[in-house]
C-alpha cells in the first residue's frame, strides 16, 4: 500500500524566513507525486505535479523537487498570504494517496 | 472555467439518519472522487468513477456508503445510517483523465451528533 509521510506537522515562520517542507513516500511503481494547498474552510488547490527525480517545478515564492524518495517543497521568502496547509500525495496505478499535510504560519 | 461545485457546504444530522451529497464536476473531466477528510489528515479515497463506471470503492463502507454518477457527469454520495465517526468534510474533486491532476470543490461539512 502506498505511503505518504510528511514532516513538519506545523511550522511557524517569520516573513521572509525561508524554509523547506518534506514529503517522503513508499510506492510501488510512480506514477507522479503532486503537491496541494489547502486553505481553512476550502478543498485542496493543485500546485504541482512531479513525475521524476531531479524534476523541480516552480511557482512564485514556491519550489518543489523530487528524488526516488522524497520531495521537498521549499518556500522563498514567504509572506502572510502563504499561510496553509500544505498536501503531498503520490499515485501508483490510478489512486491518489495524501500524507496529512503541513500546516505552515507565517507571521508579519 | 466553472470549477467543481458541491452542495450542501454544511449538514448537520443525528445518528442513524441518512444524508446525501451532491458534486457537479468540471466540464469535461471523464474521472470523478468522493474524499473524505476528518480534521487533522490528509483526504481518504472512498470512491472513483471513470465516466459512470466504478474503478475504485475498495475503502468505501458499503454497509452503509453509496454513490452513484448517472450518465458519467455528476454524482451523489449517501450516508445511510449515520455514525458519530462519519462526521468530517467529504470532498469532491475531478480530473481529465485517470493520473492527471485533480481539482477539488469546496467540500461538504457534515456533522453527526
Known amino acids: 500500500e502506498d505511503q505518504v509521510t510528511q514532516s513538519p506537522e506545523a511550522l511557524r515562520l517569520q516573513e521572509g524566513e525561508s524554509s523547506s517542507l518534506n514529503c517522503s513516500y513508499t510506492?510501488?511503481?510512480?506514477?507522479?507525486l503532486f503537491w496541494y494547498r489547502q486553505d481553512p474552510g476550502k478543498g485542496p488547490e493543485f500546485l504541482f505535479t512531479?513525475?521524476?527525480a531531479g524534476e523541480e517545478k516552480e511557482k512564485e515564492r514556491l519550489k518543489a523537487t523530487l528524488t526516488k524518495k522524497e520531495s521537498f517543497l521549499h518556500i522563498t521568502a514567504p509572506k502572510p498570504e502563504d499561510s496553509a496547509t500544505y498536501l503531498c500525495?503520490?499515485?501508483?496505478?490510478?489512486?491518489?494517496?495524501f500524507g496529512a499535510g503541513t500546516t505552515v504560519t507565517v507571521r508579519a | 472555467e466553472a470549477g467543481v461545485a458541491q452542495s450542501p457546504r454544511y449538514k448537520i444530522i443525528e445518528k442513524r439518519q441518512s444524508v446525501a451529497f451532491w458534486c457537479n464536476p468540471i466540464?469535461?473531466?471523464?474521472?470523478l472522487y468522493w474524499y473524505q477528510q476528518i480534521l487533522g489528515q490528509g483526504p481518504k479515497l472512498l470512491i472513483q468513477f471513470q465516466n459512470n463506471g466504478v474503478v475504485d470503492d475498495s475503502q468505501l463502507p458499503k454497509d452503509r456508503f453509496s454513490a452513484e454518477r448517472l450518465k458519467g457527469v455528476d454524482s451523489t454520495l449517501k450516508i445511510q445510517p449515520a455514525k458519530l465517526e462519519d462526521s468530517a468534510v467529504y470532498l469532491c474533486?475531478?480530473?481529465?483523465?485517470?493520473?492527471?491532476?485533480?481539482?477539488f470543490g469546496p467540500g461538504t461539512r457534515l456533522t453527526v451528533t
Open positions: 466540464s469535461g473531466h471523464a474521472t
Open positions: 474533486a475531478s480530473s481529465f483523465a485517470i493520473g492527471d491532476e485533480q481539482y
Open positions: 500525495a503520490v499515485t501508483s496505478l490510478y489512486k491518489l494517496s
Open positions: 512531479l513525475y521524476s
Open positions: 510506492v510501488s511503481g510512480l506514477r507522479g
